[in-house]
T-cell receptor, first 115, second 111 residues
Framework: ETGVTQTPRHLVMGMTNKKSLKCEQHLGHNAMYWYKQSAKKPLELMFVYNFKEQTENNSVPSRFSPECPNSSHLFLHLHTLQPEDSALYLC??????????????FGSGTQLSVL | TQLLEQSPQFLSIQEGENLTVYCNSSSVFSSLQWYRQEPGEGPVLLVTVVTGGEVKKLKRLTFQFGDARKDSSLHITAAQPGDTGLYLCAGERQGAQKLVFGQGTRLTINP
């Protein structure tokens, strides 16, 4: 138990569906992240939120829409996805946005399949 | 080409053997982290190294940061089936507040 909870654990959706991924952290951290993990590729940082404000968007397509209503919750809204978007989506949190020596706490991820 | 190259990509050995996995780059890093990810779970941080030449031990795991802070290694002594997993290195390049990950080494320890 890392203190970061993601739901659902598995999701299968069609290209015309709209779904949302949810992440909740119970660690009192100020920074939250969405990462994408595909087979044979390094973890890709998608979005960063610090004190509820988005501080980084790594050229992510607009079919992925993040939302951070407070420092403990992070959502990733999905719509009109493509099959190549199938991957493990990981949420993480850290005490502070500054990375040096900061420890990232990851959730278990949502395994997404787009048909 | 990736900023952090991990080798080997896959490694399968017998219980009790020793092994070393590598994380290499042409860039200098302020710090390097090693994570282990088990199937169905997210990565879990094992160690952070920040000083060139630094060696850290975690039970049977020994982590080393290169003198020039461009590479790191993870050595496991007397591997156990519980060591099975995906080992990821991640580093913060000097001057950039952004963590980049290697593609990982998938390690399997056979009983």
């Amino acid at each position: 138990e890392t203190g970061v909870t993601q739901t659902p654990r598995h999701l299968v959706m069609g290209m015309t569906n709209k779904k949302s991924l949810k992440c909740e952290q119970h660690l009192g951290h100020n920074a939250m992240y969405w990462y994408k993990q595909s087979a044979k590729k390094p973890l890709e940082l998608m979005f960063v939120y610090n004190f509820k404000e988005q501080t980084e968007n790594n050229s992510v397509p607009s079919r992925f829409s993040p939302e951070c209503p407070n420092s403990s919750h992070l959502f990733l809204h999905l719509h009109t996805l493509q099959p190549e978007d199938s991957a493990l989506y990981l949420c993480a949190s850290s005490r502070d946005r500054q990375i040096t020596n900061e420890k990232l706490f990851f959730g278990s991820g949502t395994q997404l399949s787009v048909l | 080409t990736q900023l952090l190259e991990q080798s080997p990509q896959f490694l399968s050995i017998q219980e009790g053997e020793n092994l070393t996995v590598y994380c290499n780059s042409s860039s200098v890093f302020s710090s390097l982290q090693w994570y282990r990810q088990e199937p169905g779970e997210g990565p879990v941080l094992l160690v952070t190294v920040v000083t060139g030449g630094e060696v850290k031990k975690l039970k049977r795991l020994t982590f080393q940061f290169g003198d020039a802070r461009k590479d790191s290694s993870l050595h496991i002594t007397a591997a156990q089936p519980g060591d099975t997993g995906l080992y990821l290195c991640a580093g913060e390049r000097q001057g950039a507040q952004k963590l980049v990950f290697g593609q990982g080494t998938r390690l399997t320890i056979n009983p």
